[in-house]
């Protein structure tokens, strides 16, 4: 059974600075393209950022680009979200995602519970 745990969400002021993890069990990690999504109140779910399987490609939404970085471990089978110069607009509940045929914002076979953003102005 595929799981996908995210830890790291929390209350941060605006220009903070938070890191998200997300813990993947159940697959063959190193073979699935990994991403991050995030859905705020009474928006859409929408992409924040992708890594490839080896990790040397990665993508962003316009967003977050110089803010955010992706990275991920496959010997720990975990993927990072580091988010700095956090803004009120970041605030959303962030998932991570798994697919085996990802492509970078979409084709995504297995989804995390979500762990909780806030950014306070």
């Known amino acids: 059974q595929v799981q996908l745990v995210e830890s790291g969400g929390g209350l941060v002021q605006a220009g903070g600075s938070l890191r998200l993890s997300c813990a993947a069990s159940?697959?063959?990690?190193?073979?699935?393209?990994m991403g991050w999504f995030r859905q705020a109140p009474g928006k859409e779910r929408e992409f924040v950022a992708a890594?490839?399987?080896?990790?040397?490609?990665?993508r962003y939404a316009d967003s977050v680009k110089g803010r955010f970085t992706i990275s991920r471990d496959n010997a720990k089978n975990t993927v990072y979200l580091q988010m700095n110069s956090l803004k009120p607009e970041d605030t959303a509940v962030y998932y991570c995602?798994?697919?085996?045929?990802?492509?970078?914002?979409?084709?995504?076979?297995?989804w995390g519970q979500g762990t909780q953003v806030t950014v306070s102005s």
């Open positions: 159940g697959l063959s990690f190193w073979r699935y393209g």
């Open positions: 890594i490839k399987r080896l990790g040397g490609s990665t």
């Open positions: 995602a798994a697919g085996i045929n990802s492509d970078y914002d979409r084709e995504y076979d297995h």
